[in-house]
């Protein structure tokens, strides 16, 4: 790691590859023999033609895309997916099946009752949204034109272990905090979503992989910007599409490739947590908060049951070189967030540190 580097635990945005970084720096004020950078380019150059037309056909190539799925490439956040669901999907039965599992499948739900007739399926709050619901306890509405699911819940540090039986009703998931950490079999949803500033680039790009019979009219008066279908129809080219993420998302999906793609992320982010995991189960100081068969690989929060100890704790990592490690807002004690691009030694230097704290705080 570059000397003045820090291991930055933040939830988002968050770390980047260094190789990621240390390419776009040395293509930065001329990319191939262009005599520009990426950012100054037209995005309908031939030069730009290639970068988004590798990206995608990179993303397909590392997620096993089905040829039957539209790749689009948007802006607006994954929050502007919690919109841009309903007003596409909800357009038959108008009814939708939302799992509130915690902050942002809560406004997922919250934004799906303005545009249609949102129902729950199940809510975790009583118990704190300290797990995910078993397949028993969904209730289900059977001519649901999708089921509302968010695969791994970044502010409580959850995620769903299975993915439900819908009996047919396509399965959105928002997978802003998990996508490429492990691989998906695409052709189990109808619709899958991310905010690139997790685990695939900066903050700006908006991923949505959408199955093409999904693509129909959306809802009357859906703004331009908001219909996947004319996004499909015009390869996310409709307007400027978020030229640099894309670019640099093409640059971290090489990097997934390098590594040996999702099987290999998913073995690396395994054993990252695992040592996290296996640490904070038999301290006596820290906590994990989630219960074990909910646990996310990519967001570890932790407390130890004194707000003003978590504080100490949160500084003086800081001052150690361990930064962000502070919980959301929301919810206080502490977060690990350990997506791709946090090595493993990241992860073991941080266990050192949090045992030595645990050592002088007995
Ligand atoms: C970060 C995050 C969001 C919000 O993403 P924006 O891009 O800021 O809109 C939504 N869902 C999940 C699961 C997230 O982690």
Redesign the pocket.
Known sequence: MSSKRVYNFS??PSMLPEEVLTKAASELLNYENSGMSVMEMSHRSKVYDGIITAAEAKLRSVMAIPEDYAVLFLQ?????QFTMVPMNLATKSGVADYTLTGV?SKKSYQEGKRFCDARIAYDSKEENYSRLPKQEELVLTPHADYFHM?E???IYGSKWSYLPETNGVPIVS?M??CILSEPVDVAKYGVIYA?A??NMGP?GL?VVIVRKDLLGEPQEKTPVMYGYKLMAENNSMYNTPPTYGIYILKLVLEWVESLGGLTAMQKRNQEKAALLYDFLDQSNLFQGKIQKDSRSMMNVTFVTGDADLDAAFVAEAAAAGFVNLKGHRLVGGMRASIYNAMPLQGVKDLVDFMAKFEAEHK
């Open positions: 939830a988002g607006g956040g994954a929050t502007s942002f968010c791994n819940n970044t928002d802003s905090s905010g500033q997790k903050a908006t």
